[in-house]
């Protein structure tokens, strides 16, 4: 039999929708011109209804799709079950879409699409599409099988107590650990694709009568506006939704945990997710959050509080302490005891530099030791803390360059930042540490009140999609303190926090079950 | 989400209200008491709060007939355009140079107390500098940020309280009432003027939520106020007697430098202590920036202040330096007080309270 070849001219551009036509030549052509030199893509033509039989046509990226279910369950029951069974083969010859679509097939999930711009681009994410002769619709077979990694305990965010899943690079396999924690039909993960080339999927995922819908709408409107080529990490969307870019401070939260995404959501706050990125993002985020860690919801809520205090105190510290050695040795001894005063002034006596100098040194000796033990391969990371801790810290004692109380000031410093429980917050206020550390030094005393007047003024004026960045601190919200710095335990815990505005407040009914 | 509208709350007006009289005049409190009444200091601290509240009420009464008219409307709508413009560059007049002048007050004390080298020009600069910044932002994030430091003042207030100050004597406050009435009234005089920044209350109605309970919130605050100062002024007299708290610079932080600190590990904690008072300090200033800033603002027709809070801000630098030395600050202190302070902090709100009940009875 001679076909008579139809001449193809085709280009493609993402806008376009072309039509699936019924003339399944050209539909081969259309797709073979847009997938020229993508040699990952299989193409298979084969014939239903022995020889003489109709001609059907399916292609998938090799790699993402489950070959094996293809095999068996497509094309097994196509090609050799539809000859072994009646009816024949010509008298169903006519209908042969609808006897595939219902009768053929042994796959649960599939769609019907008839543009092949978005059939390509479905099947360019791992599913499979099936042409038959004569229709003018195409069969969408849900084969998305690609390499994953499994589920593992983030190595970011470690807890004792609580459960040890963290996301993965799978955004299915991330929504699917949330949906376990909330089988609430009113829990909804929206879908999205952003960026022109990439088209990387986004969910959004909020439960509908807590969430504030104007968080949900800021939201909506900040990733309708995004026309980047491609999202690569949850950090690309972060950047693109955050008000103020120059900020030090994360106006998302960033985590690998499951349970705090799913804790948020009943907040009433909106968490979102990017494929092949392991890290959630979670709007709005209030400072609270940073201080915080899922942790001190399971465990007995008093020891919660202390160590809620103590991440207080570290954050605190890991932001003062240099600055208030520069400013206690080279402004104001007095304030210290006249011996350890003098004992300072002892030790520091063969140091050629001033504090200030000092102090710059050793931090950013320890910035230094932390970047290099980040990046270290595992084998050899234990070298690190030998170069660290020896040759650094005992040497440059040794050598007169540092006083042996610097040293000291460093150590708290270093164990102070890596008690908060966020590393964004953290890098931060390391960030902060030095700008306190030239306030001193200038300054003194009034300088670091300076410096800490002038970052609150930044925090102050600093908000989270509508959220100030504060709250509940500031503004006050006394409800709220139940779970900011303190923590009761959960029988008291009746209301959800406030200051993100939730619908619904209540997340605690009395005992008899009434609201 | 909260409403981004540039309001505040009734906690935040309660904030503001404690926060912005609170500021240096402490430092020097007790001395000027004790020259003036002696041990009665406390007696006409309380009175002077009370004549405190009085104003309050006034101003919350008008607020309440006009609200959420601007300052400078009722103004004009009491007294006639000329006459409320006139009292309006009286009133920016007065922020202005208090504004001034406490920035100088603070400098003195800083050199002092912290920065034995540093030029007074130094100090003021960066400080000025941050005030303007908060104050441009508004009276929201104002609000909010009064908000934040409220935290670090509780701790400073609470560290004043606990210290341990040996040789404390209490029957250094006796003999009580024994005082000519007339001289009571100079130290309640001394008092009232104490609590000045409490006015900027007459700025804040058209910036509130809801202004029901502002009567009562002011109130509070200002009970707190008295209350702060009377601790302050009983622990100077106990423990250094009138005579010697007469010849003092800065009593309050010498009475903190005298305090002992058991198993010390820190010794001169009154450079702490001042430090952490700084912000106190600073709240002070910033409201009084955004206070001359509103009413220029409203008296210039400019819709936003913001622009106006840097104009002036020559002005309040030079202002700031013109005294030339602590002493000759403190003579123009109580010179203000004695003219533009009067009037704006006890006349005005009273013949405002006056004019508003005879032009309520005609109408």
């Known amino acids: 039999m001679l076909k008579r070849k139809k001449e193809v001219t085709y280009t493609y551009s993402p806008s376009s929708k072309t039509k699936v036509s019924k003339d399944i030549e050209e539909n081969i ?425 002038g970052t609150l003024i930044y925090v102050v004026n600093l908000k989270s999609f509508g959220t100030p960045y504060l709250a509940p601190l500031s503004p006050f919200y006394i409800t709220d303190m139940k779970d900011s710095i303190f923590k009761l335990p959960l029988k008291y815990l009746k209301t959800r926090p406030l200051h993100f505005d939730p619908q619904d407040i209540i997340r605690q009914g009395d005992e008899d079950g009434s609201k | 989400m909260v409403p981004n509208d540039d309001k505040i709350s009734q906690f935040q007006v309660a904030l503001i209200v404690f926060l912005t009289p609170i500021g240096v005049g402490i430092f020097t409190l007790p001395s000027t008491l004790a020259k003036d009444v002696e041990t009665n200091g406390w007696l006409s601290l309380i009175l002077g709060g009370l004549v405190c509240l009085l104003e309050i009420y006034f101003i919350c009464c008008i607020a309440k007939k006009y609200s959420p008219a601007k300052f400078t409307d009722v103004l004009k709508q009491l007294f006639g355009k000329f006459l409320g413009t006139i009292f309006a560059v009286i009133i920016f007049i007065y922020f202005l140079i208090f504004s001034a002048l406490e920035v100088r007050l603070f400098a003195e004390t800083t050199k002092m107390y912290l920065l034995y080298k540093t030029p007074l020009e130094y100090i003021i600069i960066p400080f000025l500098f941050l005030g303007i910044i908060l104050a441009r932002c508004g009276i929201e994030p104002i609000a909010r940020f009064f908000e934040a430091v409220i935290y670090l003042v509780a701790i400073t207030f609470i560290l004043v309280f606990l210290l341990y100050l040996p040789k404390s004597d209490y029957s250094n406050l006796l003999p009580v009432l024994r005082i000519h009435p007339l001289k009571l009234l100079k130290g309640v005089e001394d008092s009232f003027f104490s609590f000045s920044g409490f006015e900027v209350l007459l700025l804040l109605f058209p910036f509130m939520r809801d202004s029901k309970k502002s009567f009562k919130v002011s109130a509070i605050s200002i009970m707190l106020i008295t209350f702060i100062y009377v601790v302050i002024f009983v622990q100077c007299i106990a423990r250094f007697g009138v005579d010697y708290t007469k010849t003092l610079l800065y009593p309050t932080l010498s009475l903190i430098k005298s305090s002992d600190v058991p198993g010390a590990f820190i010794e001169g904690i009154e450079g702490l202590l001042f430090s952490l008072w700084i912000v106190l300090i600073f709240t002070t200033l910033a409201m009084f920036i955004f206070a001359y800033s509103v009413i220029a603002g409203d008296l210039l027709k400019q819709k936003e202040a913001k622009h106006i809070v840097i104009l002036f801000l020559p002005a309040v630098y030079i202002v700031s330096l013109l005294p030339d030395n602590i002493a000759s600050t403190f003579e123009l202190v109580d010179k203000l007080i004695k003219s533009l302070g009067y009037f704006v902090i006890l006349i005005l709100p009273t013949l405002m309270f006056i004019v508003s009940k005879i032009k309520g009875e005609r109408a």
Do not use: W
């Open chain 1, 29 to 453: 052509e259309i797709i073979k011109t847009m997938l020229k030199d993508c040699d990952d893509v299989v193409f298979r033509e084969f014939e239903v209804g022995g020889d003489g039989g109709e001609k059907m046509f399916l292609f998938y990226v090799d790699g993402m799709a489950d070959k094996l279910l293809l095999d068996e369950f497509v094309l097994m029951p196509l090609m050799i079950s539809s000859r072994e069974v009646a009816p024949d083969f010509n008298q169903i010859k006519n209908k042969l879409y609808e006897v595939t679509k219902d009768n053929a097939m042994v796959v649960t999930d599939f769609k019907e699409m008839d543009i092949i711009e978005d059939i390509v681009m479905e099947v360019l994410s791992g599913d499979t599409a099936l042409f038959i002769s004569n229709t003018d619709k195409v069969l969408l077979i849900a084969t998305k099988a690609f390499p994953t990694r499994s589920v593992s305990e983030p190595s970011a965010e470690i807890v004792i107590r609580g459960p040890r899943d963290g996301f993965t690079e799978t955004i299915r396999i991330n929504t699917a650990l949330i949906r376990r924690r909330i089988r609430d039909p009113r829990f909804k993960i929206k879908q999205k694709r952003i960026g022109v080339r990439s088209k990387t999927d986004i969910a959004i995922m909020y439960i509908e009568d807590i969430v504030d819908k104007r968080v949900l709408d800021q939201l909506y409107s900040k990733l309708d506006k995004i026309n980047i080529d491609a999202i690569i990490d949850s950090g690309y969307i972060q950047q693109l939704i955050e008000d103020k870019v120059f900020s030090i401070f994360p106006q998302a939260q960033t985590t690998e945990r499951p349970d705090v995404v799913a804790a948020a959501v009943y907040e009433g706050r909106v968490g979102i997710l990017v494929d092949n990125s392991p890290f959630a993002l979670i709007v709005p985020v209030t400072i609270n959050a940073f201080f915080q860690s899922g942790e001190d919801y399971y465990s007995r809520p008093v020891i919660s509080t202390f160590i809620r205090f103590l991440r207080i105190i570290a954050g605190a510290l890991s932001i003062l302490a240099p600055s208030l050695y520069i400013a206690i040795t080279s402004f104001h001894p007095q304030i210290i005891p006249a011996k350890l005063a003098l004992s300072i002034a002892a030790t520091r006596e063969g140091v050629p530099f001033p504090a200030f100098v000092e102090a710059i040194i050793m931090e950013a000796t320890f910035e230094l030791l932390r970047e290099a033990g980040v990046r270290l391969p595992r084998p050899i990371g234990s070298t690190i803390g030998i170069v660290g801790g020896l040759v650094i810290g005992q040497a440059a004692v040794a050598a007169g360059i540092v006083s042996p109380i610097m040293v000291i000031v460093v150590a708290i410093t270093a164990i102070s930042s890596f008690s908060i429980t966020n590393y964004e917050l953290a890098t931060a206020l390391r960030l902060l540490r030095f700008i306190f550390m030239i306030a001193a030094s200038i300054y003194g005393l009034y300088g670091i009140v300076l410096s800490y007047i």
